[in-house]
């Protein structure tokens, strides 16, 4: 298959980060569907494809921002709303009860515009910061997702987020450090459901995040790398073929045993 732009979906996804009693920063997770085409049964941060509806509203927004750059901050917002029902980048909601509204009309095809017009809603698209873009190679998957990941500060409010039982089964909080411990257990380790299984660009990304203590921390970093596009890509060596991803993007930790490497 040839990695060209016919063959590309844009998608977006957004890092949600919660202030805790103590320690590092909790980040929501949410854990996919054993029947999902793709990460089927991984645990991801919220996401998903950007919708002809998010550049839709991107051009009558007029932000600003670059058309696909706003129209994928748009559908990162659209996706947690609907996935998760957290309202990360909207100004205006009253109550949980109007999220309860619009998350049931996103189910039923209304758009992220028709719901902020409902309810009064603007969407301030600045709270979302640039953390990366990832894209996979062309043999990997039939299909080609070129996704842009953003980090969003949820700050100490007890964000009701509660799982949309379709794409995704669970999810849960967890500190970087404490996702990547339990991506590291075997099915019999640990507590019951404790293990979870994790896919190569999340892993890259959860060590990036783990670096940092806080928020505003993780976020000085992001600036100092803007969301050039990562492309990843396989290497042979002497012991092995590897699944790779260029220096540069901040990322600690940029090669992985192919065979190790849980890919999508």
Known sequence: MKNDEANVIAASTLIIFRDADDGPPELLMVERSAKMVFAAGAAVFPGGRVDEGDYIYADALNSGLERDEAAARIGAIRETLEEAGLAMGIEGVSDQNQIEQARSALHDGKTIGDICDSFG????LDALTPWSRWRPPAFEIKRIFDTRFYIVNAGKDDHLAKVDATENRILFWASAHEVLRRAD????EGEKNEAVHIIFPTRRNL????QFDNYEATKKHALEYPAAMVKTYTEKRDDGMYLCIPDGHGYPVIEEAFEQAKRG
Do not use: G, Y
């Open 121 to 124: 809603w603007k969407l301030n």
């Open 185 to 188: 257990l075997s099915p019999s």
């Open 207 to 210: 060590e990036r995040l783990a």
